[in-house]
């Protein structure tokens, strides 16, 4: 590695440090954590595709975390009113999860947050620096997948 590639590595690694260090997300935010909106948003996306709700088996799969995890962070949620639970009719051994309005009105805030922050990054960079800012972000992701996949 030359001076100037070792120069762009550090800045790189700067930025990247930089990024990891900020607490964008609030550790707990009405009543629920960034790890267990990420399963929230996890069990909505399931719900599009599956009727009747969702295993924990399916979430812990797609999460790629494990089961017990998902269920201490279901037990959470659905004491705070966020999920629910329900027998399947087909196979009483089966407990689906599913999400309750107030953790309906909780995702559709979350978004609503998630759009103004994304807003207010292109009105801060402008658009040309975000288009392309979100190409380099697509750009790393292909080679950090391509590197995975090694």
Known sequence: MD?????????LLLALNQIRKI???PKHVDGITHAEMMLLVC???SLEVEEGGVKVSQLSKRLKIASPTVTQQINSMEKNGFVERSMDLNDRRV???HITEKGDELLKKAEKNF????????EYMGNE???KFAELLLDLADYMNKQ???
Do not use: M, T, Y
């Open 148 to 150: 995975h996949n090694q």
């Open 129 to 131: 620096k975000s288009e």
């Open 95 to 97: 407990v689906r999860v």
């Open 3 to 11: 001076n100037k590639e070792k120069e762009i590595a550090d800045k």
């Open 43 to 45: 069990i909505q996306k």
């Open 23 to 25: 607490k964008f997300h």
């Open 115 to 122: 759009w103004k922050f994304i807003e207010g990054l292109i």
